[in-house]
Structure formats: C-alpha cells, structure tokens
C-alpha cells in the first residue's frame, strides 16, 4: 500500500484550525503507518488511550501533551524542534536597538550685547 504525503510548505494560508489538526493528524497516521504499528501499540508506547491518538490522527482535536508523546514515541522529535526554532535574538532586545538615541534640545543661545564703555 503506497503511502501518500501531503507536503506542507512554509508559506502555506490554512485559514483554519481544523485544516492544520487534519494535516497534523494525517502526518501522525502516515509516520505510524511507516512505522508498521497499529494504533493500540502506538497509543501504549506514548502512554495515552487509543481514542485520543485516534482522534488526533482524524483531526478531532488534542491536547498538545499527547501530540508531543505520540510525536516522541514515534521517534520524531525532530517535528517538535521545528515548532520551536531556537530564538537567536531578542525580541527585545530588537526593539531597544530599533529607538533612537534621544535628541539633545538645546535652548537658544542668547547673544549678549558687548560692554561699550562710554
């Protein structure tokens, strides 16, 4: 039996939740199917009830939890650490370097009308 992918670029526009628990749950079926284990294996290795990794792989909804124990028990961290790229600068820190330096104001200088000795 072939399994199909769906790939998923960085710049695609799901408008929806529910778009994004289908495309999830497809990539969670498709890795255990690949994995050749059936559900009550995989739900026993990630430690959560066959109705929740059965939801999650029909794109019912889940809890983040047992998406990230599936996810792990199928041996594909590597999905986790693209949800969460290391952050290399601050986004603080941008936004303190993008103020600018606050202006002097000076005040005008007066001219003082020179001494005449009469």
Do not use: C, F, Y
Request: hydrophobic residues 40%.
């Amino acid at each position: 039996m072939a399994i199909t992918h769906r790939i998923i670029s960085p710049t695609s526009s799901h408008s929806t939740i529910h778009e994004w628990e289908s495309i999830i749950g497809e990539q969670i079926r498709s890795a255990r199917i690949a994995n050749d284990l059936d559900q009550t294996t995989l739900a026993a290795n990630a430690n959560v009830s066959v109705g929740a990794l059965s939801n999650l792989e029909r794109g019912k909804g889940s809890s983040l939890s047992t998406v990230i124990a599936v996810v792990r028990a199928l041996g594909r961290t590597d999905w986790l650490g693209s949800l969460a790229p290391p952050v290399e600068v601050s986004p603080l820190q941008l936004l303190r370097n993008s103020r600018r330096a606050p202006r002097r104001v000076r005040g005008r200088r007066s001219v003082a009308a020179p001494d005449v000795d009469l």
